[in-house]
């Protein structure tokens, strides 16, 4: 295996700053992540606050041993309980089999500066992934896309919850989940892994009752050895430890909510997309009523109030709710990295582009609630190349940096456009040239004659011309069927590295890589050292 760098510009304008601007952008966040000075500073942050490390420790115990967790896991959640740990934390919907790689790059983002901080550092720093099991967009989690005929393709688990319930609270159903993971393995090669990977991802799916177990499980069965800590954020013990956290949220809301509204306001002037909407009346709470996850805003009374008049709260109730039920309460995307400053000893947060823009109108909300924002690293970012492929690409001479940002789809034309002398584009061009030209007189005797010979004549060029492209179309096909083998290549580049136009990280599963290399193939990218500075890494396999 083989790691190497290489600069991917972000597409982002405020991400872009973020990399390589920070000071223009430096007073959204509480720390410049890559100031070596900061770490310390952050520390001494740590050390004002208190946390319930004890209580914290023995849900995550609890948590943990149900899914199975290794001991390095149990060993790191007992260090939760030392004053002097820390960690490193990111989070994602509980995906089926993982969902898409970035998840799993996030979890080796999280490794990684898990074990530089704690070398650097000499404290514990504890590696911890949040699972949003409170999230209730089912539709975003139901599947994993996978590669068929050259196609990323959805492969949809045929099961429709009754309600807008949490992921954590959806049981799977078996049946329907044994027949959707015999479907995901049908549409891979059959290798040596294949066999008791299958056996083993259908075992751990037999063992969960729901979504975010299932998860949890497959991820440690990636990553059995590295001391990572899961928790599902939806647990109602984990609620119980979060209301005296909902309660200053209730208090301050209003004052949340209007500083986070008027930091988007300042990005949308000075020109940076917003990938969070928010009004000055949200809530950014939700109330969860027989199995409903609500969106809370605040109406004109200070009350809180179901986005679609489905519930109405007093701020009273709210904190009665908050004291005594707080499992009927659950974040958004703003409050949600409070409740994590909240609970964790948080050393840093890591996470993807779009979680950095919507960051960078947070700290408004954080100071409202007397927390200091923690710093924000960007999290790892990768393409796999498996050895068919890369054999392809120096086959075809091909810059892997470039097929990454922009696909193949020009250079596969100019290479088929080669193997004609003339190229059949030149070709039908100059034929379309020579017919306009003999047929100019005809256009304008018809257009001297009456306005509707002339549009008639215009209309006869047209349909010749038509008649060109379309033999140009059958031309080119006959090109791309006689090289049949080359084309194949470049498609196969194509959606490998740079499917339906983006980065392979948003689109493909763990399914094929384990398959074709085994059940370590992130543990060993999680091997090498790798810096946080760097765009994007290819991985050679």
């Known amino acids: 295996m083989r790691i190497d760098p290489i600069e991917l510009e972000p597409k982002q304008t405020l991400f872009r700053d973020y990399k390589k601007n920070f000071e223009k952008i430096a007073d959204r966040f509480g720390h410049a992540p890559f100031d070596k000075k900061m770490w310390n500073h952050r520390l001494s942050e740590l050390k004002e606050q208190t946390y319930q490390r004890t209580a914290l420790s023995e849900v995550l115990l609890t948590m943990n041993r149900r899914w199975g967790a290794p001991e390095k896991t149990l060993e790191s959640v007992d260090k939760l309980k030392d004053e002097e740990s820390v960690v490193i934390i990111a989070g994602q919907q509980a995906g089926l089999l993982t969902g898409p790689l970035y998840s799993v790059h996030k979890i080796i983002s999280v490794l990684q500066l898990a074990k530089e901080k704690e070398r650097d550092l000499g404290k514990p720093v504890i590696p911890v992934f949040w699972i949003a099991g409170e999230d209730h967009d089912f539709d975003e989690i139901h599947h994993v896309m996978m590669n068929q005929g050259g196609e990323m393709r959805k492969r949809t688990i045929a099961h429709t919850p009754e309600s807008k319930a949490s992921v954590s609270d959806i049981a799977i159903d078996q049946t329907k989940a044994s027949d959707w993971l015999k479907q995901v393995f049908q549409l891979v090669k059959e290798t040596e892994h294949t066999q008791d990977f299958y056996k083993k991802m259908d075992r751990l799916l037999r063992a969960s009752k729901t979504y975010t177990d299932f998860f949890a499980k497959v991820v440690y069965y990636l990553f059995p050895d590295e001391g990572l800590v899961l928790m599902d954020a939806h647990h109602p013990d984990i609620r ?287 091997r090498h050292h790798l810096s946080f500075e760097n765009d994007h890494y290819v991985v050679y396999l």
């Open 240 to 526: 119980r430890l979060e209301s005296p956290y909902f309660t200053t949220m209730i208090h301050q809301n209003d004052e949340i909510a209007r500083g986070v509204y008027a930091m988007l306001q300042k990005n949308r002037q000075e020109g940076y997309e917003t990938m969070l909407d928010s009004e000055w009346s949200d809530a950014h709470l939700f109330y969860h009523k027989e199995g409903e996850r609500i969106l809370l805003v605040r109406d004109e009374q200070g009350r809180f109030v179901g986005k679609n008049n489905e519930v109405v709260l007093t701020k009273e109730e709210m904190l009665k709710i908050a004291e005594e039920s707080p499992e009927f309460l659950s974040n958004n995307v703003v409050t949600r990295p409070l409740m994590q400053e909240a609970l964790f000893p948080v050393l840093a947060f890591i996470g993807g582009p779009g979680e950095i823009n919507y960051w960078s109108a947070l700290k408004p909300a954080f100071e409202a609630t007397g927390l200091c924002m923690p710093p924000v690293f960007p999290r790892l970012s990768f393409t796999m190349i498996d050895r068919k492929t890369g054999q392809q690409l120096e086959r075809l001479q091909l810059s892997t940096k470039e097929v990454i940002r922009g696909g193949v789809r020009e250079q596969k034309l100019n290479w088929i456009a080669s193997q004609s002398t003339p190229p059949i584009s030149r070709l039908t061009e100059q034929v379309k040239n020579e017919i306009d030209r003999v047929h100019a007189p005809l256009r304008e005797k018809s257009a001297s004659l009456s306005t509707d010979l002339g549009e008639l004549a215009e209309k006869n060029l047209e349909y010749l011309l038509g008649h060109i492209d379309f033999l140009e179309k059958r031309l080119q096909r006959s090109m791309e069927e006689r090289h049949q083998h080359e084309m194949e290549q470049f498609d196969n580049i194509e959606v490998t590295l740079h499917p339906a136009g983006g980065l392979q990280e948003r689109m493909w599963s763990i399914v094929p890589w384990v398959n074709h290399y085994g059940r370590t193939v992130f543990e060993q990218i999680n």
